[in-house]
């Protein structure tokens, strides 16, 4: 069973990545509307900072599941939170279909960690060594699985081919899963090496402690609100005015990495960047998005 220590423990870790999320995806947003000229979307460094958001929330989720569960698999408890999870994922894919269109979540770190948490279950019951087997071989999937096969839509999930499409949030399964896979093989050799009685001795009871385990607490709460409010309240300032100059630098920053990518021509993705906002800027497009942010067939 699990002790209060333990939990405190694990509510801290949580609420440190709850506000990792909301530091990274405040500074999306004001990315997003070229408030600051942050590559926040395709800066090497910023890709690895949300990597390792998601990368956290999904040992964590592995770690709690073979705390909760390593004594006997209690399945209401399980199909109670995997059906929340399930319902937050559902709704997230909803709202983000109606602001971002065609870049909406199909499959992200809620529906992954959903996905992780039913194929990591077998793992809780099983011996340290298959935990780590399996963590390995989710892992490795990417280097040797991945083929045209798995491209476009219908496979997205699996992570083995390339989607045909952009994502504010795309988390599949491979090679992600084997982080939860990792969190419950951590978890297992805490148990067995005593580990977990050191932890417990942490209390965290001061007042930033106290803070971030209660975020912790109710992480999925807050990661269900924080963006809409914070995306909210960014929009709402942009629609007052944004300053020229800096939006157009930003366009052309994260359309020429986005071409690089694509082309790896620095010069010539330059070029066309360029000469895509002065044709936007002739035709009034420019100042249509200017004054309309938000408008995702603008974007």
Known sequence: MMTSHRL????????IAVLAMAVYHFSWDLSWF???????????????FAASIAGSFLLLAGISLDLAHHEGIRWQSFWRREAVIIAAAAS??????????????RFGILHCIAAASLLALPAVRAPLWAAILAATFFFSLPTWASSTVFDGQ?????????????SVDYVPLTPWVGLTLAGVALSKLAR????NSTLSAFRFDGSSGRSLRLAGRHSLSIYLVHQPVLYGLVWAFAS??????????????????????????????TAACSCTLEQMTAD???????NAPADPALR
């Open 8 to 15: 405190a423990f694990l509510d801290l870790a949580r609420g």
């Open 34 to 48: 070229a408030l600051v000229d942050w590559p926040v979307a395709q800066g090497a460094g910023w890709r690895a």
């Open 92 to 105: 997230v894919s909803t709202v983000t279909y109606f602001v971002f269109a065609d870049s909406f979540v």
């Open 154 to 166: 219908a496979w997205l999930w699996t992570g083995l081919g390339t989607p045909d499409f952009g």
């Open 192 to 195: 067995q090496t005593a580990f």
């Open 240 to 269: 007052l005015g944004v300053h020229g100059d800096r939006a157009e630098r930003s366009f052309v920053r994260n359309c020429t990495t986005a071409c690089q990518e694509t082309l790896g021509s620095s010069g010539i993705c």
């Open 284 to 290: 009034n497009t420019w100042q249509e998005l200017m």
